[in-house]
């Protein structure tokens, strides 16, 4: 199983955004932790492009070396878990192409579980979208290690 946390932050809305992402593996083992800088946009854009980007890292299956069996998702977007389940209909024109777009990548893994989570358990998601949105540039502290 693999735990994927994400968070998308703007200060503003719209204003200065980012996305965190950070993956494990069932050993808790580290396989991703970036922000990446968004530039100008929303929240809820944000928090789809955290999911995006870390749906096509796991994707990625030659580069992981780990069974993609089931993925664990959390997130502290209801909003975003609603929609993607299709309890919420999505009126934001500028997200519907989003959500397209994580549902084509959601179709290349057997089962995906949504968890929905506080904001104090999405810690490491949340540090390093705000760290990306405070320096204004795309971090990846496994390789800046």
């Given at each position: 199983m693999?735990?994927?946390?994400?968070?998308g932050?703007?200060?503003?809305?719209?204003?200065?955004?980012?996305?965190?992402?950070?993956?494990?593996?069932?050993?808790?083992?580290?396989?991703?932790?970036?922000?990446?800088?968004?530039?100008?946009?929303?929240?809820?854009?944000?928090?789809?492009?955290?999911?995006?980007?870390?749906?096509?890292?796991?994707?990625?299956?030659?580069?992981?070396?780990?069974?993609?069996?089931?993925?664990?998702?959390?997130?502290?977007?209801?909003?975003?878990?609603?929609?993607?389940?299709?309890?919420?209909?999505?009126?934001?024109?500028?997200?519907?192409?989003?959500?397209?777009?994580?549902?084509?990548?959601?179709?290349?893994?057997?089962?995906?579980?949504?968890?929905?989570?506080?904001?104090?358990?999405?810690?490491?998601?949340?540090?390093l979208?705000?760290?990306?949105?405070?320096?204004?540039?795309?971090?990846?502290?496994?390789?800046?290690?």
């Open positions: 693999i735990e994927v946390y994400v968070d932050a703007s200060r503003g809305n719209p204003g200065p955004s980012a996305a965190g992402i950070y993956i494990k593996d069932n050993r808790g083992n580290d396989l991703l932790k970036k922000g990446e800088y968004l530039g100008e946009t929303t929240n809820n854009v944000a928090e789809y492009t955290a999911l995006i980007r870390a749906l096509r890292y796991l994707s990625d299956k030659k580069r992981l070396k780990i069974s993609l069996k089931e993925i664990t998702l959390y997130t502290d977007s209801q909003l975003l878990i609603n929609q993607l389940k299709g309890d919420y209909r999505i009126r934001s024109q500028n997200l519907i192409p989003l959500a397209i777009e994580a549902r084509k990548l959601m179709k290349n893994f057997p089962r995906i579980k949504f968890n929905l989570i506080i904001r104090k358990n999405n810690k490491v998601a949340d540090k979208a705000n760290k990306s949105m405070n320096l204004e540039e795309d971090i990846d502290e496994l390789k800046d290690k």
